[in-house]
Nanobody, 112 residues
């Protein structure tokens, strides 16, 4: 089970922090965030391994920071200097047992 929180409405240049939790006790491999806008494919934002190695898409690098707490099986995405083009539904995923599990998504809207 994967649950996201923290979306909302923010003005351009503002910040939001997304959180994602999973069931404790699982041996989770990679976790990360994707986003999707209407009519487009879901795209990777950032991901983090169990060893805390990170990977960012170019548009996220320098503005977004992904972090992870292995004890709590959670990840966060700190998003700064948000732009209108960051508006999307953000999805968290977690990989364990050979499969990817997805949350229901959280809406992020960047608008003045």
């Amino acid at each position: 089970q994967v649950v996201e929180s923290g979306g909302g409405l923010v003005q351009p240049g503002g910040s939001l922090r997304l959180s994602c939790s999973t069931s404790r006790g699982l041996v989770i491999n990679d976790m990360g965030w994707y986003r999707q806008t209407p009519g487009n494919q879901r795209e990777l934002v950032a991901e983090i391994s169990r060893r805390l190695n990170t990977n960012y898409r170019d548009f996220a690098r320098g503005r977004f920071t992904i972090s992870r707490d292995n004890d709590k099986s959670t990840i966060d995405l700190q998003m700064n200097n948000l732009k209108p083009e960051d508006t999307a539904v953000y999805y968290c995923y977690a990989n364990w047992g050979g499969a990817d599990y997805w949350g229901q998504g959280t809406q992020v809207t960047v608008s003045s």
